[in-house]
């Protein structure tokens, strides 16, 4: 895992926009992965930005996204889905038809998730995996105790997750309390992966996740085991972290680092 800390939000998430870009322009045909929330409005705007001002091409990738709500349909204002459409897919020149979440309306859930995962293994695997991490400490809703071998599933979600996502709705109580999510495992199979926390609220989680000991209670710590694993935070977010000044040690002096200083 490489933890690189930013001054502030803005060029935390400006260094992980770079970072999908130069993927992206490495692979045009790039399997993305992607996740959704308050986080990554600001990250999909800057790839917004880079597609407008730098021409980042988007047409040949296909995207999968980590999670979806059970039983809102795609319209709904606050399904993934429509946030995905909003955010980053009606302004880039992405083809819809590659862009994949769960669907949570679905008659037959475990069925669905059998089929999503087939989905990922036909497009050869996820290339770069985006990851937020919630306060619970979740990646995708892989809310604790989440095995670290688990695969897409439906997953009932904790109280401090429903806090944390209620106020995103017109009425608190329509959140749905379940969500198809990627598992741990289809996660950890991802060639690589790019997490980006911002804020002092989320300082506590991430520290427990960087340097914790793995836990299936906070399932971030599954990244521990990733091969490729990066984590983007801002100062605020860094400020629980021990080892601080190793991170930046590496990060000033890691030669592949060099064209981001
Ligand atoms: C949603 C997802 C979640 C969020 C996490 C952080 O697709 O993957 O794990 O990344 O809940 O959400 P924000 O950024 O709203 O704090």
Redesign the pocket.
């Known amino acids: 895992m490489e933890v690189i800390i930013r001054p502030d939000a803005e060029s935390a998430t400006h260094l992980a926009a770079r970072v999908i870009a130069r993927e992206i322009r490495l692979k045009p045909k790039l399997v993305l992965g ?7 409005e600001r990250l999909y705007r800057h790839l917004v930005e880079t597609h407008r001002k730098d021409d980042l091409d988007f047409s040949l990738l296909t995207t999968f ?3 979806e709500y059970i039983g809102l349909p795609p319209d709904h204002p606050q399904s ?1 889905r429509h946030y995905m459409n909003h955010h980053l897919f009606d302004h880039v020149n992405i083809d819809i038809r590659n862009t994949n979440l769960p669907d949570g309306m679905a008659d037959d859930i475990d069925a669905e998730c059998v089929h999503y995962e087939q989905l990922i293994r036909d497009c050869g695997g996820i290339d770069l995996q985006v ?5 619970s400490g ?4 892989n809310e604790p105790l989440s095995a670290m071998f688990s695969r897409t599933r439906a997953k009932a979600l904790t109280p401090t ?1 429903i806090e ?2 209620a106020p995103l709705f017109a009425d608190p109580r329509e959140m749905p309390k379940r969500a198809i ?1 990627m598992g741990v495992g289809t996660i950890l199979d991802s060639k690589h992966c790019l997490m980006l926390v911002t ?1 002092a609220e ?1 300082a506590s989680v991430i520290a427990k996740a960087v340097e914790g000991p793995v836990t299936s209670m906070i399932s971030a710590t599954a990244l521990q085991l990733h091969p490729d694993c990066r984590v983007i935070v801002d100062e605020a977010a860094a400020s629980q972290l021990e080892n601080k000044e190793y991170y930046r040690w590496i990060f000033e002096n890691e030669p592949e680092w060099q064209e981001f200083q």
């Open positions: 992607l996740a959704t929330g308050r986080t990554m996204n980590l999670d993934y990851l937020g991490i919630g306060r979740h990646i995708g809703f997750t944390q996502n999510t804020g989320k």
